[in-house]
């Protein structure tokens, strides 16, 4: 993690970038001499049917908590996305969906988005759903699943995107935390050849609650379980409507949609995202970050199911006239040449993903990177988890040849959006660091106790005013919102990421301090995994930590006490971590189990997770003081306990 190794702007980005170096130190003067004046900017990106005059409404404080953007503005988030296009860009590519089969891939211009949106609107419409509603999504990764968000923000619906890996009672949990009555589905889903039953979950989901209609898109024609009067078979409905539906026109602070995200306690939490300010965010980000112009090619690896899937595959690209590409399936299938294959076919120029995907075709060596050409490539990016210095230089070196820059983007679900990242055009990169936060984001660094702390040094990252893309609430539960993000340090948004700024000011994420651990830039929380693992009968108590890992990032170490008189054996380790796919889904399935006859507490019960962690990382010379421990004998026994 050298601070010295610095790659430069490239001359020709310096030249011909939307933002080169002055105009960021210009947008970040501007933005905070003249905040509404420079948000005010910012919006005009977008077509709205009333201009907002309210700019920015906001206070972190409890007594006059509020964040409210663009507040009387009107727009709808369809219209910006695809019907203001038409007139100029009828015939571009929107979407070029990539099947999981090489063979199967299609195009769908601007003009056929809008018919596709506007019948699916009014499948919707005809079925009862109204503005406001909740809709649940559970969608493989087809065109369908697009237009089905467009159709919910075009007339008005919060769609809540489950993605497609979860469990039934996953699944069921989300559709009942948010009252959705609507679900949207698939016959089956279809990765790297492998079925998977997303109309068989979603009906053994609703055996835990119940909803008014089932919406069925086929995507492999399997013949799937029907009930009557309850599911709807999408295909024909659609062709029974028509291919026009007026747009809803809808206040900016009306919600847009509901993304379930892991917390560090309890069950999963409801971000709220709301129509104006998460669009000029999504938007804005997309085109500065990646230096977008229209007509260029833009893939976003992220399934929708996760906000990066929202952000940069759906809204961002859309609302910027691109053309971005949907892919069905897997990295390694049918070989690990796939994801350079596909920039090749389409042409490729910007290319968006994930660590933890960068690792694991690392692992196959630069062969099958070199079987490709990728000569299209001239912007490569990453998000979702700190990118080690070793894969950074490989992406650049290997899959960008040396020409293409790298932007490490740091943000998260309740951000809507990029936070701290480099922009091509203006900021040197330092493999491992996501360098610079955007104009107009304030950024600090607090000890535990909260005060601030400046220079080059590393503590606990806060943010200490809004920005248009932050999530408004929890949806339901305004005062966990408030407790969960602003009242560990009062008066400002705390991120739960630990963070180190070095001497040029650059930002370097070192991970979550809280009880959450990120799997494959995936967020989970150990709580979740705990409780998952306790309801089977077999287990007593269970505490579960984050481990070095070399292709997830973090893997999950799962202590877990056995019943009295229960054998530990391999098998039951094998149908823990089976149960607890089926419980969550496999993105929680543990990596370890380790078998622990007694876990260390202190004399008040609290487990001491900084021990349960070192002894996961084989830091066994780092456990420090375990006096304290009401029992300190039960280090011991899991040391020696460590499986192999
Ligand atoms: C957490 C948010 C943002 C979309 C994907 C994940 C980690 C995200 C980076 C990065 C280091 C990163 C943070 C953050 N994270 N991007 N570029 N460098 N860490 O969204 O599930 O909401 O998780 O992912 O720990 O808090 P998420």
Redo the contacts with the bound molecule.
């Keep these: 993690m050298s601070d010295t190794a610095i790659y430069p702007v490239p001359e020709e980005w310096a030249r011909t970038a939307h933002v080169n170096r002055a105009r960021y130190e210009n947008a970040c003067k501007a933005a905070e001499t003249d905040p509404e004046g420079f948000w005010r900017g910012v919006a005009e990106r977008l077509e709205w049917t009333a201009f907002p005059t309210r700019i920015k409404d906001v206070s972190f404080h409890k007594d006059d908590f509020r964040i409210r953007w663009f507040e009387d503005g009107i727009l709808n988030v369809s219209v910006n996305c695809i019907d203001r296009h038409l007139p100029e860009r009828r015939d571009d590519v929107a979407i070029i969906w990539e099947g999981d089969d090489p063979a199967e891939s299609a195009a769908i211009t601007y003009g056929e988005l809008h018919a596709a949106v506007c019948r699916f609107a009014n499948v919707l419409k005809k079925h009862g759903v109204n503005r406001g509603d909740r809709v649940t999504l559970y969608m493989p990764m087809i065109p369908e699943a697009a237009y089905a968000m467009l159709a919910c923000a075009r007339i008005g619906a919060v769609h809540s995107v489950v993605f497609g890996g979860f469990s039934p009672d996953s699944l069921a949990g989300r559709i009942e935390d948010c009252g959705s009555d609507f679900v949207i589905t698939a016959d089956e889903g279809l990765r790297g050849g492998k079925t998977i039953p997303l109309k068989a979950n979603v009906d053994a989901a609703l055996e835990k609650v119940s909803v008014r209609s089932v919406l069925v898109v086929r995507r492999t024609g399997a013949d799937v379980a029907w009930v009557e009067g309850r599911d709807i078979d999408y295909g024909p409905e659609a062709a029974s409507v028509e291919a026009d539906c007026p747009p809803e026109p809808m206040g900016a602070e009306d919600p847009l949609f509901i993304l379930y ?1 892991s917390g560090s306690t309890g069950k999963p939490k409801g971000v709220l995202h709301t129509t104006g300010g998460y669009l000029v965010w999504a938007a804005w980000t997309h085109e500065v970050t990646f230096d977008y112009r229209p007509g260029q090619v833009f893939w976003c690896t992220a399934d929708v199911g ?3 899937g929202h952000s940069y595959l759906v809204y961002g690209p859309l609302a910027n006239a691109a053309t971005t590409v949907m892919f069905e399936g897997v990295p390694n299938y049918p070989d690990h040449s796939r994801f350079w294959q596909v920039v090749d076919k389409h042409r490729v120029e910007i290319f968006y993903t994930a660590p933890t995907a960068l690792r694991a075709l690392m692992r196959e060596g630069d062969g099958p990177v070199k079987a490709t050409s990728r000569s299209s490539l001239r912007l490569l990016g ?5 990118i080690n210095p070793e894969a950074w230089r490989w992406y650049h070196e290997v899959v960008g040849e040396g020409r293409c820059p790298i932007v ?6 309740e951000t809507g959006g990029h936070l701290i990242t480099p922009l091509p055009g203006s900021t040197d990169l330092k493999p491992g660091s ?1 360098t610079l936060p955007l104009p107009g984001i304030r950024l600090q660094i607090v000890d535990a106790e909260g005060h601030e702390l400046t220079g080059p040094t590393e503590g606990n990252l806060c943010i200490t005013d809004s920005w248009p893309g932050q999530m408004r609430t929890l949806y339901g539960d305004d005062q966990r919102f408030f407790d969960t993000y602003f009242s560990t340090y009062p008066g400002r948004y705390f ?3 630990g963070c180190r700024r070095d001497a040029d000011g650059y930002y370097w ?1 070192t ?2 301090v809280d009880d959450v651990i ?1 799997v494959s ?3 989970m929380g150990t709580a979740e995994v705990e409780s998952a693992l306790v309801l089977h009968p077999y287990v007593a108590e269970a505490a579960v930590v984050g481990y070095p890992h070399d292709i997830k990032g973090q893997g999950i170490y799962a202590y877990v006490t056995l019943n009295a008189g229960v054998d530990a054996h391999d098998d039951l380790r094998a149908e823990l971590i089976k149960h607890v796919r089926g419980e969550i889904g496999p993105i929680a399935a543990p990596d370890v189990i380790h078998w622990a006859p007694g876990l260390p507490k202190t004399r008040s019960g609290k487990i001491m997770r900084r021990i349960l962690r070192k002894i996961a990382e084989n830091e066994l010379g780092a456990l420090g003081d375990t006096s304290t421990l009401a029992d300190p004998g039960v280090v011991d026994d899991l040391v020696k306990g460590r499986p192999a």
């Design positions: 995200t996760w906000v990066t990453t998000v979702g988890e700190p490490d983007t740091w943000w998260q679900t996501a991120t739960g990421d994420i991970g979550r990120n830039g995936h967020r």
